[in-house]
């Protein structure tokens, strides 16, 4: 198994001066993987925390059980909540919303089989075969965080034979994910530099016109991208 992830700031983002929000994480083992991306609330102060610190402690309840033969995606999310909990208790004021909303694409491969968990918006990909999650009426999506405060959504979850797999928050919602992940494999910092480059703005001189002409970048929103292949 060979897994990869990267994560980016969006132009919008930086142009603004925020940090991106969003997080990856993986694990491997010698016939079975599991891969995450999470994306924090955007009008959380600091969302980035909780994306980031969801993401490793996600992905070591997959990898724990991945590990012991038996995954249960529902015992995943009920040890990360109850961990979160002890967390948001020894936190002032309404940490939940200002830190721990953040949409959640997981998934995990074992021998040939793939098994995707989402709560929230994004996009995964088995086999080439893309889905895209949300959006969500009034753009809210669900976030793990309300089951904090007694407000529990139903997760998407599919199961289906594959060799590959890729996950990444909504960001990246207009890409080809699959082409952008598999062409990462070919260099340890591939991934990331593809995000980067899609990340930044460009421009060139018109000589014709004399004048620059400039192009958004194709990426505006941060961007999470995680991906395994057997």
Do not use: K
């Amino acid at each position: 198994m060979n897994t990869i992830s990267a994560a980016v700031t969006g132009a919008r983002h930086a142009r603004a001066g925020r940090n991106g929000q969003d997080a990856a994480a993986t694990w491997r083992g010698d016939d079975r993987a599991a891969i995450v991306v999470c994306d924090g609330c955007g009008s959380g102060a600091s969302s980035e925390v909780g994306a980031r610190l969801g993401a490793g402690l996600w992905i070591r309840a997959v990898a724990a059980r991945l590990a012991a033969g038996a995954l249960v995606w529902e015992d995943v999310r009920a040890e990360v909540v109850e961990q979160l909990a002890a967390i948001v208790a020894r936190m002032p004021g309404d940490a939940v919303r200002e830190c721990f909303l953040f949409t959640i694409v997981s998934a995990a491969i074992v021998g040939d089989e793939v098994s995707v968990w989402a709560l929230g918006d994004g996009v995964y990909s088995i086999d080439g075969r893309a889905r895209v999650l949300g959006p969500f009426a009034d753009n809210q999506p669900p976030y793990l965080g309300y089951d904090l405060i007694g407000e529990r959504h139903e997760a998407h979850v599919e199961i289906r034979r594959g060799r590959s797999v890729v996950v990444a928050t909504d960001g990246a919602e207009d890409l080809d994910v699959d082409a952008i992940a598999m062409a990462g494999f070919a260099h340890p910092d591939g991934l990331r530099r593809r995000l980067a480059v899609l990340a930044r703005a460009t421009e060139h001189v018109d000589w014709d016109e004399r004048r620059i002409v400039r192009a958004a970048a194709p990426l505006q929103d941060d961007c999470a991208i995680a991906a395994v292949r057997s």
